[in-house]
């Protein structure tokens, strides 16, 4: 099966990397993007995104006429939709309504012989759903799901599994996990993925491949909450919880993870929750360490309150108005601009909404605060240290490794300063 045109839905921080990665291979790649901006942006060579050398490789695949940006979807041999999965309500119920978009909106296009692959993080059972509602707008294709290996549409789901930071290099050298919904699918998927994998294709179901990488991301969530839980209870007994994971680790088969403000980002923080969904009743571990992590923002937001409480103390001369507290770091991992589900941007709020006196951000990979955080200020490291009264460290950046508070009180998430 050969593919001179392959579509990728949504140019977010794993579509557009995607498509660079297989346009870089000489492959026409249209990218198809709702919000306008961004479309124009990609279309000047340019990203909108922070990701280490993502910039080159799109403005060279851009340069030489491989890749375009469109907001419509157009004929393709193979259709990749990477758009959002967030979850809503109190309950976390999976949004699906992105996906569906995405299928009814290329649905027109396709034709037989097309494959359709979907990237993004879902809950078990969404490929399926995705297959049912481009068969719903195309009655005069077949699909795997009614046609099984005769269909005329392929259909499988390929979930991404990068690191943001390191997102086109892991591309490339990760292994995938191809969950065809009949071993044809599969054998597609993985024809098209080895355009430029160097990875193994692993071949399994569509509902296996949802599930492992839900299974992945709840793994890394169950032990971030062990560590986050861990140093709650060092600070009651007044224990370094740095210098005991340290300590503990030197044990062979020990390896506590470092607790930080929370647990952010488009997949630990939502994708256990796809879990307890479709089992809740079986689900208790999962559950409680989602509850353990999405309960550490508030932990430290009283952290930062007994830090003015003390401040105020030892300045008897000073009111709550006039004490100025500084947020280093919102994105919800260091070193990238990705503000998603971030525990940082949530204390952040809460400070907003909490705190009387001045509110100052740091974060070196943004030009604008989100207006959520207005009328907050967003400086330089140099300037929030010879301002602030209280310095919370929130995400080490590496430009706050370089920098350490000399005055005030400080409150540090992740142990560097």
């Given at each position: 099966m050969s593919f001179n045109t392959i579509s990728v839905i949504g140019l977010g921080y794993i579509g557009l990397p995607t498509a660079a990665v297989f346009a870089s291979r000489k492959v026409k790649v249209i990218g198809v993007e709702v919000h306008q901006r961004t479309i124009d942006t990609i279309n000047k060579g340019e990203v909108h995104i922070v990701e280490p050398d993502l910039d080159m490789v799109v403005h060279a695949a851009v340069k030489e006429g491989y890749l375009r940006a469109t907001r419509q979807p157009e004929p393709a041999d193979a259709f990749l939709i990477a758009v959002p999965t967030p979850f809503k309500g109190d309950n976390h119920e999976p949004d699906l309504s992105y996906i569906e978009s995405a299928a009814r909106s290329l649905a027109p296009v396709l034709a037989k012989g097309n494959l359709v692959i979907l990237e993004s993080t879902s809950p078990v059972g969404a490929t399926e759903k995705m297959a049912a509602w481009m068969a719903e707008a195309?009655?005069?294709?077949?699909?795997?799901?009614?046609?099984?290996?005769?269909?005329?549409?392929?259909?499988?789901?390929?979930?991404?599994?990068?690191?943001?930071?390191?997102?086109?290099?892991?591309?490339?050298?990760?292994?995938?996990?191809v969950g065809g919904m009949t071993p044809k699918c599969s054998a597609a998927a993985c024809n098209l993925y080895?355009?430029?994998?160097?990875?193994?294709?692993?071949?399994?179901?569509?509902?296996?491949?949802?599930?492992?990488?839900?299974?992945?991301?709840?793994?890394?969530?169950?032990?971030?909450?062990?560590?986050?839980?861990?140093?709650i209870i060092c600070d009651k007994l007044e224990i370094d919880v740095w210098e005991l994971i340290r300590l503990a680790n030197r044990h062979p088969r020990v390896n506590i993870l470092q607790p930080g403000p929370g647990v952010g980002g488009h997949c630990i923080a939502v994708d256990p929750w796809f879990i307890v969904s479709s089992a809740p009743d079986e689900s208790k571990v999962i559950t409680v360490a989602r509850q353990v992590n999405d309960g550490k923002p508030d932990w430290v937001k009283e952290k930062v309150h007994l830090a003015v409480a003390k401040f105020l103390t030892d300045n008897p001369d000073r009111a709550m108005k006039s004490v100025t507290v500084a947020c280093y770091g919102l994105a919800f991992k260091p070193d990238i601009d990705d503000l998603r589900e971030s525990p940082a941007m949530r204390i952040a709020k809460n400070l907003l909404e909490s705190h009387p006196g001045k509110l100052i951000m740091v974060e070196p990979n943004i030009s604008v605060l989100p207006k959520t955080l207005m009328p907050a200020q967003l400086v330089d490291p140099d300037v929030a240290i010879e301002r602030a009264d209280i310095h919370v460290l929130l995400v080490d950046h590496k430009e706050f490794r370089k920098v350490s508070p000399v005055r005030g009180v400080t409150v540090d998430t992740r142990g560097i300063w």
């Open positions: 195309r009655p005069d294709l077949s699909f795997p799901q009614h046609a099984g290996e005769d269909s005329d549409i392929r259909v499988a789901h390929c979930p991404e599994r990068v690191l943001p930071g390191h997102v086109i290099r892991e591309l490339v050298e990760n292994d995938r996990v080895g355009i430029f994998l160097r990875g193994e294709c692993v071949v399994t179901t569509a509902r296996t491949a949802e599930m492992c990488k839900l299974t992945e991301n709840s793994f890394r969530d169950v032990n971030i909450a062990f560590a986050n839980e861990l140093s």
